[in-house]
């Protein structure tokens, strides 16, 4: 073999050696994000709520606030708020709240929403059986939507001394235009994921409204 035949032939292998590098690189970024997003279900990490089984009913430990927020994106002509501003129950009962939007557009606009909760320590043990998160909602002009939660708080949180002295948890939903915009904002990467439709007897409404 010439020099300049075995020079090639290492230029060769130093190029697959570089792509197969590029292409594993490539697949890792791809998989980082379902792969984090997928810990933080299990977890609770980062206030990433759990995807809960049907609560196990009332316990007789603390009492527990929780309180309700929205916010709306300024490229979304919404206005988005919770129907109660708290509600108090105990661990293992079920919760049931609302929130309502309204499109005070002049064209229909879809949104879709992100949810977190804090502090972010109780993600593992706040658990939403049902909520309207990660599926987009199409309002026409001067519609509402009511839009329903369930939920409940694991006991066990009493027993861990990170969350035992909490009494508050708050639950924060937030409405864009689309996923891209919510990964812009910061707000995709903390979200949890949408766990199904509301249970039956609670029923999700959209109501006709004029535009002024």
Same mark, same amino acid.
């Given at each position: 073999?010439?020099?300049?035949?075995?020079?090639?032939?290492?230029?060769?292998?130093?190029?697959? *050696?570089?792509?197969?590098?590029? =292409?594993?690189? $490539?697949?890792?970024? @791809?998989? %980082?994000?379902?792969?984090?997003? +997928?810990?933080?279900?299990?977890?609770?990490?980062?206030?990433?709520?759990?995807?809960?089984?049907? *609560?196990?009913?009332?316990?007789? =430990?603390?009492? $527990?606030?929780?309180? @309700?927020? %929205?916010?709306?994106?300024?490229? +979304?002509?919404?206005?988005?708020?919770?129907?109660?501003?708290?509600?108090?129950?105990?661990?293992?009962?079920?919760?049931?709240?609302?929130?309502?939007?309204?499109?005070?557009?002049?064209?229909?606009?879809?949104?879709?929403?992100?949810?977190?909760?804090?502090?972010?320590?109780?993600?593992?043990?706040?658990?939403?059986?049902?909520?309207?998160?990660?599926?987009?909602?199409?309002?026409?002009?001067?519609?509402?939507?009511?839009?329903?939660?369930?939920?409940?708080?694991?006991?066990?949180?009493?027993?861990?001394?990170?969350?035992?002295?909490?009494?508050?948890?708050?639950?924060?939903?937030?409405?864009?235009?689309?996923?891209?915009?919510?990964?812009?904002?910061?707000?995709?990467?903390?979200?949890?994921?949408?766990?199904?439709?509301?249970?039956?007897?609670?029923?999700?409404?959209?109501?006709?409204?004029?535009?002024?």
């Amino acid at each position: 073999m010439t020099p300049a035949e075995d020079l090639r032939r290492r230029n060769r292998r130093t190029m697959l *050696a570089a792509l197969g590098f590029g =292409g594993t690189m $490539l697949g890792v970024a @791809f998989a %980082a994000v379902p792969l984090y997003n +997928l810990f933080c279900r299990v977890t609770g990490f980062n206030g990433t709520p759990m995807l809960g089984s049907a *609560a196990p009913g009332a316990t007789n =430990g603390p009492g $527990l606030t929780i309180r @309700f927020v %929205a916010g709306t994106h300024p490229d +979304l002509p919404w206005q988005f708020r919770p129907e109660q501003v708290s509600m108090r129950l105990q661990p293992g009962e079920e919760g049931v709240a609302f929130y309502e939007a309204r499109n005070d557009g002049r064209v229909p606009v879809t949104g879709i929403s992100t949810y977190n909760v804090t502090p972010e320590v109780v993600g593992r043990y706040f658990h939403k059986t049902a909520c309207f998160c990660f599926t987009e909602q199409t309002l026409n002009p001067g519609q509402d939507a009511q839009m329903p939660l369930s939920f409940w708080v694991d006991p066990a949180m009493f027993q861990d001394p990170e969350t035992r002295d909490i009494r508050t948890i708050t639950v924060s939903y937030t409405f864009f235009r689309s996923l891209d915009d919510a990964a812009r904002s910061g707000a995709l990467a903390n979200a949890g994921p949408h766990v199904g439709p509301a249970p039956e007897g609670i029923t999700a409404g959209v109501r006709p409204r004029a535009v002024p």
